[in-house]
């Protein structure tokens, strides 16, 4: 691996694997796509076509076993990430592995370990912290903008449910909604979360509540320097993708808009409106999509840290679970009794 | 008493005091201000002189004794409040009251007691609930406009924490601060709170801790309809008085910003600005102060219900105690608990 | 008269006058409303009865014979206003007037003289000046916050046309409507206009046009120091009163936003909508009319110079004949072109 | 030619040429970019290097010879767009040629009669209409939704003005950069403009004016159906980029903000702020720059009507002439004064 290119193998074609595809294609330049693989060897077939990748691959194995590969970017489904860290590390390759890293800690603390001992990076796929916004209220607080964080609030409201099927197997909606806040919390504040107590409510879909799941939430933080924080979700926002954060701090505050198609406002005889914010988190967090990859071509090519490390990935999780007990037994929860 | 003017004594003539004794002399067409009374008599004397009140006392009993006036106005010191409550009653006066009512449900169960035997009308001053942005609001719930609440946020900040004095006498910032925000909570959604949890903290004044008080917070309230909300507290907001709401219904969401002295937005060459919201809760909340006594007036005149009762004085205090209580002993605590 | 309080008379009790007699009775403490003047006497007689003033007359002669009274406020007709100015500044009393002062440049140069021979002081109704949205923006370029103006923009909009019977004897768009516009133009350049180039249309209703007038307009300035502006105009924004200005200067830009009647945004699955702006100029502006009126008492009571002088309304009324002019002859026209 | 794929040579590859060789490469599926040439060997054969590129010429010419280009993308300077479009019509391509067509409506002319008797298609680039947020106040007028347009309001201001050797030969400031504005203006009413009237000044560099150019400018537009228009022109804002248009119509208006680089508010103790607004027309209207060349290509693929067509740009030119003979005579002058 020279310094100025980076040759990489992506598993998994599914929608965010399409994304990181063209991306690696043709819109980071140190970066190089050089193979792609699924087990639906034909839709692998057809990116690799489109997007002129020499090597396609129904099976992952064969890309690790390829010298020519610096690093890999897998998009496989959620129970696949794990192991797939695990051979990658054990390949030698570098690896950015879409979120979360999985649904239980034994095996997030394997894969890391493994990671470890081959002394590859890792870099997990929050996109969210990409994000011009966040970012830049991020960066409010870490250059001191707006003083000591006191108060923290974020909104991660979906447009709508996923489907009843999709929710039964998602591992519920702390680990697959709340899980992006969790990150998001500990990356603004920069500071760990040493207690969570989590209030839910089935308010959106009683189904969801039939399959054991919630579907609106309020989950208080306390973080480790003396900071609280909230994080408001529901799984239905009817005027759209509504994605917020706000911080109070001893200097000042930072808050985040939604992002809208456009800035036009219309005033009839009614109101004054505008057009409702973007829909699709694919349309939201586009650029954040980019913005990651590029991070992680040039965290690896440079050698620079990883921005966003599997014990991110892993904090994220604990939180999910955190929560979830905090919400059955209606009591504030601790980190500390979360483990493996 | 008529119907079509209600003369009225006002008794404690400090800062609110003062300015309800304006909006009844000149701003409140239905309303006459008959007598005033101060245990400080040159101050009575002063403001009834200027405002041409009749009648000047040091003694409020004096007014209460004088059968030319229908109701009373007290702004009093907050523990006279419900004595002064119960003498009004017994001599069959109307009552306009300043919140809190009283810092123990024992006393304030006391005077509505009085209240009720008397068959006398008493309001409290929650005159937040008059405030445009609010009203705007809670008309979005009441009439539908956004459907079923499911998640409400009230952001309630001071511009700069009281002295420290104030803070040790105060009853704490649950009880001070956070009761507008238990009575905004029970207004916009219309239901009760079933059970808190606090989260407190001490990140603006280490005297404030040292007082045995908090200066931020954030209490989740969980409302017997099956929404959910929070209160976001802090004593220092340093970009000034921070008075926000937003719910999140079945049907849409409605959010309300601060009020600025002026909407002039300044671009310059470091960044698109304008002046900070207004500072003081008198400019912030001025209208608000004459809508609830126009809305009083009214009431009492035309025997129509009372906008803001005797039991929503009640109900923000137990929420007070509730909340202290949920802190303290780190726990959701059910109002059901919270007993005179 | 001292210089504590000022004693003063208003003449004419319809809609303007109304809101004059109440701010000066109740809420500017350095004035006296001591007498009130109309020909409908009746309707004087129960604006003093309401207001507790001593004196009430069908005369305005009466006022001004009256050496009790060191100032007269002009609500009379715009016909009325600058023979009354003369007769008042005869009588000695300093003089609050409406605008327009006249029609015509020869009346209002004919009352300048009278007021300037008496000695007395007089103020012109421009209340927008003592609007805070517009009052900021001229202090951002009178403290030079903004740098030397280049650009300036002003948008003033009636939410709907006044009735044709009234557009017949206005003296046309440009000297009803549009010289508030010109005298803010000056107020917030703090220059003379030298030249006018007036695009005119009938877009709103062809009855305006039949009656000669015009209902939409734009009008282009060349200020003195070299700055350009734009004055855009409609009879009718179906959306409410439209009033906004926008100034671009060396060193950055400020512009102002409409009023509302509230903050809240309201979303659903439609749009992300407010309320509509206020849309009477009584509830627009009513604090700038009370501004204005203390301004004026205290420029008397305390000899200061006059916020508003008899030549910024000749000014107004000077650019008005001028903007018709250059729409008649669809060329630039010079204001020296503009005599007497 | 078949209608799924458009094989391309883009002639010139300047800083707008390496953006639409970007977008024709990766960005747009119906494109091939099969060829580039510029006088600049060096320069083009880097370009088609990084882009994988088949064909790279010095001499435009070979591409027109070539009868595997279906195609041409002219991002030549301005001075050649009128002999280009001739040559390549006259070989049979269809073209895409930036903005100005010419300088001269005898140029343009020469190349329109080109166009036309080819039978090719011609769009020309006004990137500025496929804008989303101007294309949604078109689509606020077009559809209907808020009526007929009465007054139209353009503001166009650059961050900073371009070197005073390229103002020399820019062709005065209503050439080059009003003419944008121009096309706007006829774009969003969809009407052309009969009379225009331009008061112009200099104010931000004296040796703008030296150079015989201006820097500063409002020019009042009189459309074919009766509305109205303004459009405000800066060589320098310095809070950045601005480009806001708003339209006032019969039923309603629309109006649009600025884009910013994130929509992060910070409130501290001087001001309530965010970042300026994007500062480059590359980071400003890159999105457009896509669109309207996918657009070029979908036009020509399925036989459909160009969006942009010679006519269009012959139209801004003439009014960027008659802008500016206004400006020099201090009159209206009606458009049909302007002969080629």
């Given at each position: 691996m020279d310094n100025r290119t980076l040759n990489i193998g992506l598993i998994g074609v599914g929608r965010i694997g399409k994304v990181h595809a063209e991306h690696l294609a043709y819109r980071i330049p140190r970066a190089r796509l050089a193979a792609v693989s699924d087990v639906n060897l034909e839709a692998a077939a057809a990116l690799g076509a489109k997007l002129g990748v020499g090597r396609v691959e129904a099976d992952h194995r064969a890309l690790l076993a390829d010298p020519a590969l610096d690093a890999v970017v897998i998009c496989s489904p959620t129970d696949l990430h794990a192991p797939m860290i695990e051979e990658s590390a054990a390949a030698g390759k570098h690896i950015f592995c879409e979120k979360p890293v999985a649904r239980t800690l034994g095996e997030i603390d394997r894969s890391l370990d493994a990671v470890a001992r081959a002394g590859v990076k890792l870099q997990i796929g929050f996109n969210r912290r990409f994000d011009a916004n966040f970012a830049r209220v991020r960066r409010a607080i870490s250059s001191?903008?707006?003083?000591?964080?006191?108060?923290?609030?974020?909104?991660?409201?979906?447009?709508?449910?996923?489907?009843?099927?999709?929710?039964?197997?998602?591992?519920?909606?702390?680990?697959?909604?709340?899980?992006?806040?969790?990150?998001?919390?500990?990356?603004?504040?920069?500071?760990?979360?040493?207690?969570?107590?989590?209030?839910?409510?089935?308010?959106?879909?009683?189904?969801?509540?039939?399959?054991?799941?919630?579907?609106?939430?309020?989950?208080?933080?306390?973080?480790?320097?003396?900071?609280?924080?909230?994080?408001?979700?529901?799984?239905?926002?009817?005027?759209?993708?509504?994605?917020?954060?706000?911080?109070?701090?001893?200097?000042?505050?930072?808050?985040?808009?939604?992002?809208?198609?456009?800035?036009?406002?219309?005033?009839?005889?009614?109101?004054?409106?505008?057009?409702?914010?973007?829909?699709?988190?694919?349309?939201?967090?586009?650029?954040?999509?980019?913005?990651?990859?590029?991070?992680?071509?040039d965290a690896v090519l440079d050698g620079a840290p990883i921005p966003v490390t599997g014990e991110d990935g892993r904090a994220a999780v604990a939180l999910g679970i955190a929560a979830r007990r905090s919400h059955d037994e209606n009591r504030p929860v601790r980190l500390d009794e979360i483990k493996a």
């Open positions: 001191g903008e707006i003083g000591e964080p006191h108060l923290l609030h974020i909104v991660s409201r979906d447009p709508g449910p996923p489907p009843i099927e999709y929710v039964r197997v998602s591992g519920g909606m702390f680990l697959d909604m709340t899980i992006h806040d969790f990150d998001m919390a500990r990356f603004l504040i920069g500071e760990e979360v040493e207690e969570v107590f989590a209030a839910g409510a089935v308010r959106v879909d009683p189904a969801i509540g039939a399959a054991g799941d919630l579907d609106t939430a309020l989950v208080t933080l306390k973080f480790a320097g003396g900071a609280l924080g909230v994080i408001d979700n529901s799984r239905r926002a009817v005027y759209g993708y509504d994605q917020r954060v706000e911080v109070l701090g001893s200097a000042g505050g930072a808050a985040v808009a939604n992002n809208h198609p456009n800035t036009a406002v219309i005033s009839d005889a009614a109101s004054v409106h505008r057009d409702l914010p973007l829909n699709f988190f694919m349309d939201r967090y586009l650029d954040s999509f980019l913005t990651e990859m590029a991070a992680f071509v």
